[in-house]
């Protein structure tokens, strides 16, 4: 019966297979992943870095938003125990696990407060290393998306690859990578994929906490004008982050590989981040929020190459119907444009009209 | 009638929407194009460098094999004027251009022939151009497919920017890059495509004019093992390939911008490409055919990421009835998973165990 009663595309006992990525710092907040959540999505908090109190704050003021489940996301490549342990204080439907080995222990711990695990990797061997690990969840994230990017090959060919290797252990395998509509939405399941996990089309919407002047931005940026670039953020975690390729970041995305923002590096503005005061120098790999002032145009703002398909700003929600009723759209057209005709040919020696009208009409009721 | 008679997804006057990479030198020879014209599939001759009377010789060699109508592509970025008028005189269904704008009174004059034009492009301002000029058919090229890649974006945020693009025109788009399996084909409609063109997986087929061991390595390889690279053929053509990372390559690709294929580099091999005896040097830009003989692991072998799905050497013709009848499999499969148990969930209410009985019935019947 519960598969029954979700709705299109369900997973991991939510409504449909649309996965808010937990965007840090804090663009995936409260407000965002509560209207997700509302939608009926898989909305993932993007957690505060090891930061007990922080993370209780941020899930609490989401569940003033929602009394639908949602989870969180943690970076492995720092220690998160402490908001690991707010995430299962506060029992979350899910935790999402990236950068790193989240070791089977860790999953073990989880699973024994009910929450499911998500692991996102970027390579088959990864996705294996999380199976072995028994995770509930897989991201698959191609080298097309926006923010961390952690493998080299594009959705098309290794989504396939790990929905292979996952096999029929039932561990459903969501995309992740330029998937800005409802085209893509139908791409990543005829992949082999039961979702997919979006980040740049969500923080064009209302209640993504992205500075305004970043939401506007990616109107106007298309596919061509991304780069993948580990030239932010150095001086933390030096890794390749795939952003918007601004005058700024053309002017110095050949910068030495020593220069870092250090405090040799000018001040070029400040943010509140989950609270905390902020300040950011050249080459911050902080995208700016909604409390960020200096000099916008010159801080780094992550997109995937999917923002060439992001054209307005709107209600998550809206995002999250737009996914859904489009998917089921577009599943319909496929079959009306080549089964019904495949179908007919097949059938060519005994076709009448009579035998026509009886299609369109089996259409009409079917799909 | 046309559209009744062709079979699943047919273009441009072929009985399906799968389309042979006219690869060089001459791995798309007869053999491989007549096969995939004998599969109903649009086979596209890798055509000779500015040479009528070799061009000619390949065309008629091909139809020696093949009573179904294919094409022929060549490169603009060299002087190709005789391989046209070859083309032209032996009035083939289609010429396939790449690399450069191929003007409207070029499109006019194959057109005034009955010869249909395709034009690969890598990016969404090209596909205006091409539009522009005229053309009848338009292939996506993502940043993730094997040979010369024009681009830098992959298929998911491409294919269905080009789609807009094109809008009500009726020129079909095709999506290239990485499609190895049905799953591809069906992601690339979904996308907006109309159909696909394949290069890596028709290499590792029977016909394909591919050396044997260049065809072998290609079921070793995975997504995860190719790189972009302009180390090869920089003499004639500095341009970026997708190639197999070999241990030779591995050893070579930070080479220095300076060096190139010419007289200072040690003769690696030889080959014969359409009837002609060629010296291969240390980074010639040239595969290995069924002719060379050498250092065979030493030298460039093109592929797209989607080698990670390639694990079979077969017939063309198989290779396409795979793609045909699996895209169908899955059309179907998506339809029974995501539209009868979405409109269950709608009719909820009215929901009964016969109603129910009804729609298994429809289901058989229609999907």
Known sequence: ??????????????????????MGADISGPELVAAVANAGGIGLLASPVNDYEMTV????????????????????????????????????????????????????????????????????????????????????QGVEAGGHVVG????????????????????????????SEARGYVAALALGAKGICVGTRFIATKEAYANKYYKQQLLHYTEQETDLTDLYGRLTWRANVRCLNTPFHQQWRNAPDDVQNDENQPIIGYSIIYSKEVVLRRFAGQVANRTTCGELENMVMLAGQGVGLVNDIIPAGEVVKRYVEGAKTIIKELGETYLINSRKKEDEKEEDDEKEEGWTWIRKLCL
């Open 1 to 22: 019966m519960l598969e029954k009663k979700m709705k299109f595309g369900g997973i991991l006992g939510f409504d449909n297979g649309v996965m808010l990525a937990p």
């Open 57 to 140: 704050k941020a899930i609490q003021e989401t569940k003033k938003l929602t009394d639908k489940p949602f989870g969180a996301g943690v970076l492995l490549e720092f220690d998160n125990a402490k908001s690991i342990r707010a995430i299962i204080d506060e029992k979350l439907a899910c935790l999402e696990v990236y950068w790193g080995d989240f070791p089977k222990e860790m999953v073990d711990e989880a699973h024994k407060h009910g929450i499911k695990v998500i692991h996102q990797v970027g390579s088959v061997k990864a996705a294996e290393r999380a199976i072995a690990a028994g995770v509930d969840c897989i991201v698959a």
């Open 152 to 179: 080299s090959v594009a959705l098309m060919a290794l989504l396939p690859r790990i929905v292979d290797v996952v096999g029929d252990r039932g561990i459903p395998v969501v995309a992740a990578g330029s998937i």
